[in-house]
């Protein structure tokens, strides 16, 4: 690959001297879509249809792009914008939107933003009536918003599929979960929102614990910590027990 890194950042991904979750843990931005292409296999893209034009017959015909014009003095002025989502279908995915004055440019930039806006997601069997163990669905039930558009995504048992509209499919396809129930209300048409809602949700995910979020070590440490603050107290109330005497 011929990449010179530009950032430290991706100084030390070509170095390989950092990973993904040491990544996301310590908060840090990524600011060049190579290192998602370096540290994330078997990425995968897909255009989510923003555009319609009245198609045959009635009815919308969705496009890729979405053409907006702006009044100049020499006439209409043209842009397009695209929204594309990038994963792996394995608990990574980001999305990212751009414009620009070609339909190829404006696809090209929106999925370098969705590289650069790729997080992890968490996956599990948070369904009641499945309770299986495996990572197909999510852990709980989880709300995301943008703009007016509110989505509410639910742990579904395993088989019950994506239930949600197409575009979104693509978003929870790659982000790697099987099987979701999901609510929405707001301007949904607004396909733009809908896309960014379903990532807060997902997003939103990451600034929860779960069980499994816990090593082993996390439990053991407060437990000794708490042992030995016992035991001193221990002392400590001997002590005063002859103080009051
Ligand atoms: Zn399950």
Not at 30 to 39: F, M, N, R, Y
Not at 167 to 184: N, Q, Y
Request: glycine share 10%; net charge positive.
């Amino acid at each position: 690959m011929d990449w010179i890194p530009k950032t430290k950042l991706g100084q030390q991904v070509a170095n390989g001297e950092i990973t993904l979750d040491e990544i996301f843990t310590s908060g840090k931005k990524i600011k060049e879509p190579e290192i998602v292409d370096k540290l994330v296999p078997g990425l995968q893209s897909e255009i989510i249809l923003i555009g319609g034009s009245p198609g045959k017959g009635g009815g919308i015909k969705r496009t890729p792009t979405r053409r907006t014009a702006r009044m100049h003095r020499s006439g209409r002025r043209y842009r397009v914008s695209a929204l594309a989502v990038v994963g792996d279908g394995n608990g990574h995915v980001g999305i990212g939107k751009a414009q620009s004055l070609e339909n190829r440019d404006a696809i090209n930039k929106a999925i370098v933003s969705a590289k650069l806006n790729i997080i992890p997601v968490k996956r599990a069997c948070g369904s009641w009536e499945c309770v299986c163990g495996e990572t197909h669905s999510i852990p709980v039930k989880v709300e995301g918003k943008a703009g007016s558009v509110r989505v509410v995504l639910m742990p579904a048992p395993k088989g019950i599929g994506l239930c949600i509209n197409d575009e979104a499919k693509k978003i929870i396809r790659l982000a790697g979960i099987k099987d979701i129930w999901s609510m929405s209300d707001g301007e949904s048409r607004s396909r733009v929102n809908y896309a960014f809602a379903i990532y807060n949700a997902l997003k939103n995910m990451n600034s929860m614990k779960f069980p499994q979020d816990y090593s082993p070590d996390d439990v053991r440490k407060p437990v000794a910590e708490a042992v030995e603050v016992l035991l001193d107290e221990d002392v400590d109330i001997e002590e005063e027990n002859k103080g009051e005497e």
